[in-house]
């Protein structure tokens, strides 16, 4: 309950700062050029402040563990597709090495992708190195700084593409995860 509580601290503080950020940011600009290339742009975004909290608030989702069956690649495939950003399943190791969905970014924002060869989770609150994730103690908030991780090697950081390639992606068996078919 300590680690539920901590975390919902985290997103709350996570989400006040994402949306004063918000508030104080100017509009984008409007592109020039032709509407295939617009609607390309459009569609291959970033997610949005609002897209970030719904990511972090799918993780406090307790139906989201259950089904995630006790593995850190599972439980993060769960959360974002709660979140409503579906992506083909990919193990800890795949997504290290990087998949369709996700572009590798230095900088990691609330919301994006924390992955070590082996072990992945999503970040919550950058300054502070904090990242959720199945622990050893089950679900819960965690420094990536901490000499744990640390031993484990650098973190690769990944940021979720809206509308980028899960076009291939199709329901397995009925079920609510998403495969990648290969033709």
């Not at 994402?18 to 100017?26: D, E, I, R, V």
Request: aromatic share 10%.
């Amino acid at each position: 309950m300590r680690v539920r509580a901590k975390l919902a601290v985290t997103v709350l503080t996570c989400g006040m700062g994402l949306c004063h950020t918000w508030a104080h940011g100017k509009p984008a600009a409007a592109t020039q050029g032709n509407g295939a290339q617009e609607r390309h742009q459009q569609q291959n975004t970033e997610l949005s402040s609002d897209d970030r909290l719904s990511v972090l608030a799918a993780a406090l989702d307790s139906r989201i563990r259950r089904h995630a069956g006790g593995d850190c690649s599972h439980l993060v495939h769960a959360i974002y597709g709660q979140a409503g950003f579906p992506y083909a399943y990919a193990p800890s190791s795949d997504l290290y090495a990087g998949v369709d969905q996700f572009r590798r970014v230095e900088q990691p924002k609330p919301g994006d992708l924390i992955v070590w060869r082996g072990h992945a989770g999503i970040v919550v609150k950058p300054s502070q190195h904090l990242f959720y994730s199945f622990l050893r103690s089950g679900p819960g908030v965690d420094d990536y700084e901490a000499p744990y991780w640390k031993r484990r090697g650098h973190p690769r950081f990944y940021r979720y593409i809206k509308g980028d390639s899960c076009a291939r992606c199709t329901r397995a068996g009925g079920s609510t995860k998403l495969v990648k078919v290969t033709r």
